[in-house]
């Protein structure tokens, strides 16, 4: 773990240890077990650094230059840190490499906004007045974040944080550390005062809870599911602490009958198969128009059945391991209740002998909108669909979910695609495409998806707070005249 600037074992000399999904469970990773009392000591780091350290009070322009440092020190480790991402995760290392590269540039966008975040100034409230609105730091912010994109969703938080002048205990999930442990050296290596960056590798209860819980962090900020996020979400609400929430999602991907085919089967099958399926943004449900249907998962199966999966170390691979064995139980068992409800098993439909956790691409039809494979997240490659006549109606099924993560439509009239999306209640959408992202746009949840954004200016937003300052000239008229 990484506190005030040190490398530290957990108190208690305990460890956590982490088996490649893809490699029979060969041990890949190793990191401290942290107890409560060891997340006290990052925060109170963290706390340190923000009261009394420098950080908060440098320049952006200072900010700035060690936010750059960290973006260059990180692409000049990509491969590094892509096979520690590839085999505590399981994802294919081609990808693993792309995702690093996409972190250094959230980086490098970080570092530019960092010298330019501004306040207000409100020159017409009287003549004898000025108003001023500075942005301050938020100060103590603890990031907990999931298993499926460690580098990412870290990198979408802690430049944004840090940017603004908080400082920051990140606690990854207990399944995937290394890469996390590994972003803080490379801050620390590039600068970054001690106590700015610290990460403490533990289990949800305690490490990720005493983070929301302790007094001393003025935020939390959360990604993973639901369940968690919602007492998440209670404990910040009997503290009044800022939150941030990030959570599941059951993404639409809405097919009109003009689409480009090609593109829109190749699309579906990224959209549902990426990182296999593991993935908050999934295009999960496939809203197809009922004349292109056949046509469209005609070729949505040619490239399910052709498409490489399997050990994600192998540079050809497209689909890698599920990230552990009851994970993939719980995929199958979404599968198996989609045949028991009556929906139809296109291709796919099992897990797939091999020396890791691999489950088959799986393509449903038939899908009603009241089964569970259309309504629950099932976070594994798995493909629901379902077919609709009028865009009225696929409005409709696009907005039937309790989620609202993203959404996709597909259609070559661009008039169509965007009245479309524009009536969709999801925070992250695509036209003509999938699971594309950049820093300069914001992402974030409607409805059970979460609360909050990140990325973009709004995501440095997230990481501010705002002090109206009200300046009189001159002699204020008396309040008491006696
Ligand atoms: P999870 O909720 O089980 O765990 C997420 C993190 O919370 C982990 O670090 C875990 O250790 C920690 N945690 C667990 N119990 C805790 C507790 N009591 N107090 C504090 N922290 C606790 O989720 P997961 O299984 O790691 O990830 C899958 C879920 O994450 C999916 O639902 C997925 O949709 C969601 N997700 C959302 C986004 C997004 O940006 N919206 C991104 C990725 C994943």
Not at 45 to 70: C, K, M, N, T
Not at 402 to 421: C, F, H, K, P
Request: proline share 4%.
């Amino acid at each position: 773990m990484l506190i005030g600037g040190k490398s530290v074992e957990a108190q208690s000399g305990k460890r956590i240890e982490r088996g490649s999904p893809g490699h029979s469970g060969a041990i890949v990773g190793s990191w401290p077990q942290a107890s409560a009392d060891d997340v006290c000591l990052a925060i109170g780091a963290a706390r340190e650094a923000f009261d009394v350290g420098p950080w908060p009070r440098l320049s952006g322009a200072e900010r700035s230059a060690i936010l750059y440092r960290i973006a260059e020190l990180i692409e000049a480790r990509v491969e590094d840190l892509a096979i520690a991402e590839c085999l505590e995760v399981g994802k294919p290392i081609a990808q693993a490499r792309g995702e690093i590269g996409y972190c250094a540039d959230m980086w490098r966008y970080a570092a530019g906004q960092a010298r330019a975040l501004e306040g207000q100034a409100h020159n017409a409230i009287g003549d004898d007045r000025l108003g001023l609105v500075l942005r301050e730091a938020v100060g103590v912010v603890g990031i907990i974040t999931p298993w499926n994109f460690p580098f990412i969703i870290a990198s979408e938080r802690v430049p944004w944080s840090i940017g603004v002048g908080c400082t920051v205990v990140l606690k990854p999930s207990e399944l995937t550390s290394g890469t996390s442990v590994m972003m803080a050296e490379i801050a620390r290596d590039a600068g970054l005062p001690d106590g700015v960056f610290n990460v403490v590798t533990g289990y949800g209860d305690p490490a990720g809870q005493t983070l929301a819980e302790d007094p001393g962090t003025d935020m939390v900020a959360f990604t993973g599911s639901v369940r968690v996020g919602t007492r998440i979400g209670e404990i910040a609400a009997r503290q009044v602490k800022r939150v941030g929430l990030e959570l599941g999602g059951k993404g639409p991907q809405v097919v009109f009958a003009d689409a480009d085919l090609d593109a829109a089967a190749d699309g579906i099958a990224y959209g549902v198969y990426h990182n296999a399926g593991q993935c908050c943004i999934s295009g999960s449900r496939l809203i197809v128009h009922e004349d292109i249907r056949d046509e469209l998962l005609a070729r949505v199966i040619d490239i399910s059945r052709k498409v490489t999966f399997g050990d994600p170390l192998n540079e050809t691979t497209k689909i890698g391991a599920m990230i552990s064995r009851a994970h993939l139980d719980k995929v199958d068992g979404y599968v198996k209740s989609g045949r028991d409800a009556g929906a139809e098993v296109m291709i796919g439909g099992n897990a797939e002998a091999a020396d890791g956790l691999y489950y088959a691409p799986t393509v449903f039809t038939g899908v009603r909108p009241d089964m569970a494979i259309a309504r629950e997240e099932i976070f594994g490659p798995v493909l629901s669909t379902i077919g609709f006549r009028t865009a009225d109606e696929a409005v409709a099924l696009a907005n039937d979910s309790e989620y609202g993560l993203s959404a996709s439509v597909w259609s070559r009239d661009l008039e169509n695609a965007m009245q479309t999306i524009r009536r969709v209640r999801a925070g992250r959408c695509w036209v003509n495409s999938v699971i594309d992202g950049t820093p300069e746009l914001p992402i974030g949840g409607y409805k059970k998806s979460g609360v909050g954004r990140e990325l973009g200016r709004y995501g440095f937003d997230e990481y501010s707070q705002f002090k109206g300052i009200h300046v009189t000239f001159g002699a204020p008229p008396r309040w008491f005249t006696g």
